[in-house]
């Protein structure tokens, strides 16, 4: 169809109406405007990076005075027995554990510090958002070898009104390359091989129909 004769449509039937109308004609599927999401995505030697909301479990070997659980605050700092105001957000529990010994040398001999993470929630960077057609749209944070089905059970399924096979996967970690996924196959048909990993930072996005 001419640009002229499809500008005219446009302006007539309304834009959403259009739209629609305009992939109808030129036979162009949103699936297929990008390249499939491969099915290995997850990164062999992930380590759980902490971020703000999360609560550390902070055990000083043979000072239990100096052990206790601290939440991560909003700006990504804690602050403990000793230590304060110390900067976690974007380490992983081995680097904070060493940071915190840093710290405690000042005033304990030979400190021997372990943290454990015990409520995941993860820096903004690396969790997992679901926007759109989602039964609950939201975010997620991210678990190793994580697939696009966790994520679907996690969020409910698709709505009534979902274009399940025109979902796309915004990756950041790949400098922001979207992919093509078929949540419709997946859910609805039991299509495992439409199932694949995510990877920290990964955007679903579910656009809604228009048929």
Known sequence: MKALQ?????RALGWA???????????????????????????????????????????VWRNPELSMAVP????????????????????????VAREVEK????????????VMVTNFVGPYSEQIRVVGEAARP????YKQKMTLLDVMIAVGG?????DGNGATILRTSDAGKQYSVRLKDLIKRGDVSANVEMRPGDILIIPQSFF
């Open 158 to 162: 698709l709505t009534d009104f979902a």
């Open 138 to 141: 939201q975010f997620l944070p």
């Open 103 to 114: 710290q405690l040398g000042k005033y304990v001999r030979d400190p021997v510090v372990t």
């Open 17 to 59: 109406t259009g739209l629609a109308l305009a992939l109808q004609l030129s036979g162009c599927a949103s699936s297929g405007a990008h390249p499939p999401a491969p099915a290995a995505a997850a990164v062999e030697d992930y380590s759980y990076v902490i971020g703000p909301g999360d609560s550390l479990n902070i055990v």
């Open 72 to 95: 991560v605050r909003p700006d990504g700092k804690i602050s403990a027995p000793l230590v304060d105001e110390l900067l976690v957000q974007g380490k992983n529990s081995k680097e």
């Open 6 to 10: 499809m500008n005219s449509l446009l």
